[in-house]
């Protein structure tokens, strides 16, 4: 079985610990005892196969949760999710070869389904009786969603006027009690950590470790998805870090097993009102900054990062980089890649924005391949101004005269 360890100082906890903070402060990372597995093993599984073998998540469940018994998976077969071209975004970014994960085709509509089917299976099969998560909103839905499908009742705590309406109308939809609070994220997370502490309820934010676990199958799909032939570049949006953080150690562990020879460099990508770890990057990691956040791409309006140690490691431990992008460049990315019939949510465009950005600085060569991971469904964040001024009368030449436009 799998044993919780601290990076930082080594100190070990027992795997069915809820505790996910280590003494000294930093937070548990989950250490496998991998068998050895071959590619052609997963290659094997798909859509095909008997449960949980057809998620997405579940088909990689060497990689990401040895030996935990199939019966008590709760999966809702996320995953499995498209690896798309396109000629639009690919000019767009101003090199050939650029390939779109898009996670936004999770049954919550965002990648947080992979970390969650994880984190919630491990909670039902503890014994875990309330759930609970701080969440800018694609984490609320996809607790809400899980939890439904556990059986176990859960709680989300999202900031007030910043949680889009359609991610709470999710979560309220899937039965979760939604409490909104005045402040941000930072807080929200701040204040269930210490009642998580308390030990009242089972934090599934993704300071828990096996939510991270889950999160390293986008990277293994997307390596399957390309015959395991590793892109230079996976460029994608950076919040929390709990990606930044899967993703390095996804590589790491597929890099052990030979399931890649080659790693590929990190790009991650945070909005200029709240980039405090591309501060951190440019100040050489002399520091862990923390920021009054500030941006409307909401799901990565995040000021004080949870993850930042391991994410740290992730991006030296690549070569990576980190980048901030303008809401403005968040904007025309988000526009290349909604116009190609593709489509996300406004945060997940940041990777493409940020590759583009490096491409532009000469950083990413013509000859170079990226992955760009969109985190989020398009139908996320709905426009709130009404339609009635644009309404036509319901007669034919009303109808002709506005087509002519
Ligand atoms: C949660 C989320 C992010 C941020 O991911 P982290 O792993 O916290 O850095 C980015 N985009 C979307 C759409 C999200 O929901
Ligand atoms: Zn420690």
Known sequence: MAILRCPACGAEEQASSARYECACGELLEVEHSFRLVGREVFDARGLHSPAPLDSGVWRFRELVYPRFPSEAVVSLREGNTPLYSSESVASFVGIEQVKLKHEGLNPSGSFKDRGMTVAVSRAKASGARRLLCASTGNTAASLAAYAAAAGIPCAILAPAGKTSAAK??????????????????????????????????????????????????????????????????????????????????????????GLIDRTPRLLAVQAAGAAPFARGFEQGWTQRVSVEPQTRASAIRIGAPVSWGRAERAIRETRGHVLAVSDAELDLAKRAIDRAGIGCELASAAGVAGARELVRRGLIGPEESVVAVLTANLLKEPPTESDEARAIEPELDALQRALAQ
């Open 168 to 257: 709470l109308a999710q979560a309220t939809a899937y039965g979760a009690q939604t409490i909104l609070l005045r402040g941000d994220f930072d807080h929200a997370m701040a204040l269930s950590r210490e009642l998580a502490r308390a030990g009242e309820v089972e934090l599934v934010n993704s300071l828990n470790p096996f939510r991270l676990e889950g999160q390293k199958s986008i990277v293994f799909e997307f390596l399957a998805q390309l015959g395991w032939r590793a892109p230079d570049w996976i460029a994608f949006p950076a919040g929390n870090l709990g990606n930044c953080s899967a993703f390095g150690k996804a590589l790491r562990e597929a890099r052990y097993l």
